[in-house]
């Protein structure tokens, strides 16, 4: 296979990355599929590129580094805190671009000042992006995925509708279209006529025994298959969260908070505006949030030039908390991108949750903008 030569300025990135106390880690190029395909978000699912082994286990190409990172250090039961350098190629389908590119980044683990280690990492990402690429007008927006999942448990909603939209955070279509089945339930589609009677009814038992028969009709085992009990509580679920209508006032604060988009100087601020309109009691988040501009400020970050936007998110599931982007040149290109991910290392079988927090830079386009196209 030919290599892929890295940028002529790697070594001095290599460099810079391990100067911020963060060695570099080697990571197997051919991984296992299956922690990708649970966590990494449908976006990039559909651009891994898989294979098999020899005895069927699901392998993919390196798609990107902080599913590796994490788990590497779950198996060898490194102490805490612990930060990783990377830089190496990953391999996955764009629309622009090739499907072989280098990422370098910093995955920051177990460090308990949240607020301090978020701000550490923006600020790294951002100072390496003006290193290398000096000069450039830089582009900083930045997110949080837990004020709004404090604002969508606020609202009121079932458990299941406050899951479903905070997997939406970030697409901006597919909140839209949440949003639309909250205000107008009736247009979700109906049950299946031969279990509607049952569901409305709310008639547990004579719904299982229905859905028992029709799995010995048709030949379902349900030592293969989930059981009647099980497929009953799923339908019923579902028909609650399909009939479950937001309010105007609810939906009207919702839209408020996704309309968010002021610098981060003013961001608290708006914030606090916003729960005191709305009613809704997200002191807890706030809180945070405000820690994270404070650290920023004590990095000496210029928060004016870091704007937040409340609806905004990255493609990757595993995301918990705050969320940035830094962009520069004419077509205003991603550059590097980060965020915290917490529940995603109990996940892949950290015995105890470990706070985690990082960012990854994409050498193509800095390369792009370097050349200053």
């Not at 995955?107 to 100072?127: K, Q, V």
Request: glycine content about 8%.
């Amino acid at each position: 296979m030919i290599q892929l030569a890295a940028p002529d300025f790697s070594a001095g990135l290599a460099s810079a990355l391990e100067a911020l106390e963060a060695p570099r880690v080697d990571i197997p190029v051919i991984q296992p599929a299956e922690p990708f395909l649970d966590m990494a978000g449908e976006d990039l699912r559909r651009r891994i590129f898989l294979t098999e082994s020899e005895t069927g286990e699901s392998l993919c190409l390196r798609p990107e580094f902080t599913i590796p990172v994490c788990s590497a250090h779950i198996a060898q039961s490194v102490a805490t805190p612990r930060r990783y350098s990377y830089l190496g190629q990953v391999f996955r389908q764009r629309r622009e671009g090739g499907n072989e590119f280098y990422q370098a980044g910093v995955e920051d683990l177990g460090e308990p000042d949240e607020a301090r280690a978020d701000a550490r990492a923006l600020s790294e990402a951002r100072a390496l992006i003006a290193q290398f690429v000096p000069g450039a007008d830089l582009s900083i927006i930045l997110g949080d995925q837990s004020v709004f999942e404090a604002v969508v448990a606020g609202l009121g909603l079932p458990a299941g509708w406050q899951k479903r939209l905070v997997h939406a955070f970030g697409n901006a279509q597919a909140l839209e279209a949440m949003m639309a089945r909250l205000a107008s339930p009736d247009s979700a589609a109906r049950p299946d006529p031969s279990v509607a009677g049952f569901l409305a009814t709310e008639d547990v038992a004579g719904l299982e025994a229905h859905i028992e028969q029709v799995m010995q009709e048709t030949g379902y085992s349900t030592h293969a298959s989930r059981s009647p009990a099980e497929i009953a509580a799923r339908l019923i679920g579902k028909q609650s969260l399909d009939s479950t209508r937001l309010s105007a006032a609810s939906l009207d604060a919702l839209k408020a908070f996704l309309a968010l988009d002021v610098p981060l100087d003013r961001a608290a601020s708006a914030l606090a505006g916003f729960a005191r309109d709305a009613g809704l009691d997200i002191s807890g988040a706030q809180q945070a949030f405000k820690a994270r501009l404070d650290a920023l400020s004590e990095r000496g970050e210029d928060l004016g030039a870091i704007h937040w936007r409340a609806a905004f998110g990255r493609p990757l599931d595993y995301y918990t908390g705050l969320v940035f982007e830094v962009s520069a040149g004419s077509n205003n290109l991603v550059l590097a991108g980060g965020g915290r991910y917490d529940r995603m290392m109990t996940l892949l079988g950290a015995r105890e949750p470990i706070p985690a927090v990082g960012f990854s830079l994409w050498l193509d386009r800095i390369e792009t903008v370097r050349a200053g196209k």
